[in-house]
């Protein structure tokens, strides 16, 4: 049964195919791995029921001959994915008791898929994080641990528990969001593949929003084949979804041939950062050499307002934060603050709000408020958004220059210890998404694919930006730099 959690999901999907296992048999070893890892702290609502209910379809399905890539393999949904029925908090108090009637456009596209959930997966509060530390449940933590010391490290954020279950093998696949970096910087922390597909490609309807024109769902999972297939799955036009584009969907799969000669690759010097670690710097030159070595072309770029793009992140997201977070006023539904004698409708709201939100959903909230107020709206927000016009103009000129992708690192470091970027200095954290938010503000897509490790054993990611689109010569050519990595280290199982 514990070989069974191993697998990946393309490797789950062929055993299900050819009548080796069924879909109840991946399902309970599932069920039971997490039950076994209460300690990573990875799920904070588990659906056994709702799994072994899906997974009898499942195979009924499979032995119809109905039966889509995604029958029968049980994945972990993000808290942040709204779930008919089941709790959908975003990992914050003031959802508290909160189980929709509705059910998220990507997760019900799994469910029509025939994938199994086998529960709702931890996250920072409102996806407003980068190391699951702002959970209202506790932070998730990373199955890896450093050689030299057993502290507990941080999964990343704000997809730390899909991260972590995905490495720890407690389901096969997870579905993730990312907003500045949120799947990527997890990934790279937890040795496993993530991808932000372009803007628009996946819907948002049904996802708790954080930053509308930020915001994008993406799949994580062991390897890019399972990137591939699950990705395919979460996409499509939604016509409840107004940003959802209506191109067609390929199969990502059949894309992956490894096949990369003669693409260009572009290598940013502005991505070259003083203080990164020198491991990163020789993951970065190691990457290009695997990449040169497999016939693709490096070519030496420039993205001139890179340096510009975390301030004007940090910007926008917050404002567009403040907006999307004015709903939650406990009055239809979450938590409501009990009130005093006297007290009358903004003594509840101001109670309420102060709490259910944490203290990093405060912050944003009050620094969105600041820069859309009437004295600061054209000195800050504008400001930041014509930045961000300039940030997606230098990759558009970039691509027309011929360049397919643009490697770069995913983190600026491996993962860190829980509790050792400090609350009282959050711009220590916010630098952990460095290398990430230009894609995100230009609405491209990335991948980031686990390379290497650093000198204490832990997992490093290399990060690939692609043409808008274009997911699927983005994965070949993350499918080309995986095969040259040959990256297969696991954690040591210490839970």
């Given amino acids: 049964?514990?070989?069974?959690?191993?697998?990946?999901?393309?490797?789950?999907?062929?055993?299900?195919?050819?009548?080796?296992?069924?879909?109840?048999?991946l399902t309970e070893s599932f069920l039971k791995a997490i039950d076994d890892a209460d300690a990573l702290n990875a799920y904070v609502h588990k659906t056994p029921e709702i799994a072994l209910e899906r997974?009898?379809?499942?195979?009924?399905?499979?032995?119809?001959?109905d039966a889509p890539d995604m029958c029968g393999l049980p994945i972990g949904i993000k808290d942040l994915f709204c779930t008919k029925g089941v709790a959908s908090q975003a990992a914050s108090g003031?959802?508290?008791?909160?189980?929709?009637?509705?059910?998220?456009?990507?997760?019900?596209?799994?469910?029509?898929?025939?994938?199994v959930m086998l529960g709702k997966l931890n996250m920072d509060e409102f996806a407003m994080g980068?190391?699951?530390?702002?959970?209202?449940?506790?932070?998730?933590?990373?199955?890896?641990?450093r050689e030299d010391n057993d502290a507990a490290l941080t999964p990343g954020g704000s997809s730390g528990g899909s991260a972590a279950a995905v490495a720890a093998d407690l389901c096969l696949a997870a579905t993730g969001t990312d907003t500045g970096g949120s799947i990527r910087q997890p990934a790279?922390?937890?040795?496993?593949?993530?991808?932000?597909?372009t803007y628009g490609r996946c819907s948002r309807w049904g996802i708790v929003a954080f930053a509308s024109s930020l915001d994008q769902a993406g799949p994580m999972t062991k390897d890019v084949r399972d990137a591939a297939i699950m990705l395919e799955a979460m996409c499509g036009h939604d016509a409840k979804d107004s940003t959802s584009s209506e191109l067609a969907v390929p199969n990502f799969e059949a894309m992956l041939t490894g096949d990369i000669r003669g693409k260009k690759i572009g290598i940013p010097k502005e991505y070259r950062l003083d203080g990164v670690p020198a491991e990163i710097d020789k993951l970065w030159q190691d990457g290009i050499d695997m990449l040169k070595a497999a016939g693709a072309e490096i070519v030496d770029i420039s993205l001139p307002h890179t340096k510009y793009a975390l301030p004007a992140y940090?910007?926008?997201?917050?404002a567009e934060a403040s907006s999307n977070l004015a709903r939650y006023d406990g009055v239809r539904y979450g938590h409501r603050a009990t009130l005093a004698a006297g007290d009358g409708i903004t003594e509840m709201y101001e109670k309420t709000r102060a709490e259910g939100f944490g203290h990093e959903v405060q912050r944003r909230v009050m620094v969105g408020t600041y820069v859309l107020s009437a004295g600061f709206y054209d000195a800050y927000y504008n400001r930041a958004r014509r930045v961000r016009t300039l940030i997606k103009q230098d990759f558009e000129n970039v691509f027309a220059q011929g360049i397919d992708a643009i490697l770069t690192p995913a983190t600026p470091s491996a993962a860190f210890g829980l509790g050792e970027m400090s609350e009282a200095d959050p711009i220590q954290m916010y630098l952990n998404d460095v290398f990430t938010v230009t894609v995100n503000l230009a609405g491209l897509p990335g991948v980031s694919v686990p390379t290497g490790l650093d000198s204490q054993g832990l997992p490093l990611g290399l990060q690939l930006i692609g043409r808008p689109w274009e997911e699927g010569d983005l994965l070949n050519t993350a499918y080309a730099l995986e095969q040259a990595a040959g990256f297969v280290a696991k954690p040591g199982k210490w839970w």
């Fill in 55 to 65: 997974a009898k379809a499942a195979d009924a399905r499979i032995a119809e001959g």
């Fill in 314 to 318: 940090y910007v926008i997201a917050p």
């Fill in 188 to 197: 790279a922390f937890t040795g496993i593949t993530g991808i932000k597909p």
């Fill in 1 to 25: 049964m514990t070989e069974l959690t191993k697998l990946t999901l393309a490797e789950a999907r062929d055993k299900l195919r050819a009548g080796d296992v069924t879909s109840v048999e």
């Fill in 130 to 145: 980068s190391s699951n530390e702002t959970s209202v449940y506790g932070n998730a933590v990373n199955p890896w641990r």
């Fill in 94 to 115: 003031i959802l508290e008791g909160f189980k929709p009637e509705y059910e998220s456009t990507v997760s019900q596209k799994l469910q029509d898929a025939g994938a």
